[in-house]
């Protein structure tokens, strides 16, 4: 039972980029969410998925898009990374009231 | 406006000595309230909830909080503080008539144990 996963690790890219983080988890939760952290800020929501097929916007959703691809899956993708978007992303899978945390992704864009 | 405030951006103890991590929240009606942990270069790690009950919440590695409602904190504390007790502490809170439990987060307090 590995949890939540996050791939990949750490990731550069140059403004205008693109790419998708990649999450899935083994717990059969029904909802997902995706965070970005930033220094003093504490988690902001990006968007999140109350179930297979379902999402919704968070508190910054802007410039990032979701699939939630099945149960297990919800990536997030990037279509034209800019450099405010350098920050650390945490996938996150819930049960119950809490939530459930992946390792998360380093990004920095240059 | 939902909110939570966590007023130190660090708080320094000395190992063996009580630790306070202070919170405090403005939420309608009653909350659902939460506490993660995380350690350098890791995601976060749940502690313990507070959703009904007793004020004095348990939990995960020597950790309890006290919910208190007229002052609306839910100050996170631990008896005897240890040198691995040294991370990041978020504080988060949901309106349990949210039917898609997000949460708002605190900006977190560094604790730094030192022995």
């Known amino acids: 039972n590995a949890g939540v996963t996050q791939t990949p690790k750490f990731q550069v890219l140059k403004t205008g980029q693109s790419m998708t983080l990649q999450c899935a988890q083994d717990?059969?939760?029904?909802?997902m969410y995706w965070y970005r952290q930033d220094p003093g800020m504490g988690l902001r929501l990006i968007y999140y998925?109350?179930?297979?097929?379902?999402?919704d916007k968070g508190e910054v959703p802007n410039g990032y898009n979701v699939s939630r691809l099945n149960k297990r899956e919800f990536s997030l993708r990037l279509e034209s990374a800019a450099p405010s978007q350098t920050s650390v992303y945490f996938c996150?899978?819930?049960?119950?009231?809490?939530?459930?945390f992946g390792p998360g992704t380093r990004l920095l864009v240059l | 406006a939902q909110s939570v405030a966590q007023p130190e951006d660090q708080v320094n103890v000395a190992e063996g000595n009580p630790l306070t991590v202070k919170c405090t929240y403005s939420?309608?009606?009653?909350?659902?309230l939460f506490w993660y942990v995380q350690y350098p270069n890791r995601g976060l790690q749940f502690l313990l909830k507070y959703i009904t009950g007793d004020n004095l919440v348990k939990g995960s590695y020597g950790f309890e909080a006290e919910f208190n409602k007229s002052q609306t904190s839910f100050h996170l504390k631990k008896p005897s503080a240890l040198v691995s007790d040294s991370a990041l502490y978020f504080c988060?809170?949901?309106?349990?008539?949210?039917?898609?439990?997000?949460?708002?987060w605190g900006a977190g307090t560094k604790l730094i144990i030192k022995p």
């Open positions: 988060a809170v949901r309106d349990p008539l949210d039917s898609n439990y997000q949460l708002i």
């Open positions: 939420v309608s009606g009653n909350p659902y």
């Open positions: 717990m059969n939760h029904n909802s």
């Open positions: 996150a899978s819930r049960a119950g009231g809490t939530q459930y």
């Open positions: 998925s109350a179930s297979e097929g379902t999402t």
